[in-house]
């Protein structure tokens, strides 16, 4: 059966080694069973996204020989498909409004001396989950910014079954979406988080083997859950290693002794990324 998979970098920095492995794992699975590979730019944080990491982006996948359908996805030209699935999900009544601020949400958890943690630090600990709809219409007209959560619980009672999916290399799983809270979903700066520009995306451009690496594996248990609320195909996944440094921490776009666009101008070929890549990390 032949696959579409993806890509998706953010244009915010120097694609580094990790990318470069990222980017081939994706094509080479693709390419065993001529399937389709696809770029999608995650440009959606419009404070960091710079027209120069784009181009340089390209460049550099195309020196490693990558070649992808065209046009290339850029999240920033669909605002409007976020927009609907908030609104898909605002009609479940599972989403609220949040107007904490991180220093309050700090403060409040310190308060509480011990917080349930999860795959992304300490769970947000509920200040505004049980706020009347009067006391949230009166604070948005007072022009208090807030963000958009997920009342995860909510959400959980509405699916009422059981959340699977299928990692190629770690086999079945059983989604447990409580481990990250109630997430945020959108902001007034950005219109839609991670989790659910992914979703959305992956869904619209027919993506059927999610690769990516193993520390976003946990993420995919929210991501079944948003899935299921939205009514969205499931694909499979395949989460693979990550590249690291020599301290043994997970490379990073300010590491810039291993960005590609320093190795190409150090001499390096295409064959020496690869092979390169190629030893256990």
Known sequence: MSITTRFAPSPTGWLHLGHAYAALFAAERANEKGGRFLIRLEDIDGTRARPEYET??????????????????????????????????????????????????????????????????????????????????????????????LDVEKAMALVQTELRWEDLTRGPQIATPAIFGDVVLARKDTPASYHLAVVVDDALQGITLVTRGEDLLEATHLHRLLQELLHLPVPQWQHHRLILDENGKRLAKRDDARSLRTLREAGWQPDDVKTSLARPA
């Not at 989403?95 to 904490?100: A, G, T």
């Not at 947000?124 to 989950?129: I, L, N, V």
């Open 56 to 149: 340089a982006l390209f460049e550099d996948l195309a020196w490693l020989g990558l070649t992808w359908e065209q046009p290339v996805r850029r999240q920033s030209d669909h605002t409007e498909d976020y927009r609907e699935a908030l609104k898909q999900l605002e009609n479940l009544g599972v989403l609220y409004p949040c107007f904490c601020t991180r220093r309050e949400i700090q403060d409040e958890i310190a308060r509480a001396g011990q917080a349930p943690h999860g795959p992304d630090g300490a769970l947000y600990p509920g200040t505004c989950r049980s706020r009347s709809t009067t006391e949230q219409a009166d604070l948005i007209a007072q022009g208090h910014p807030y963000a958009l959560r």
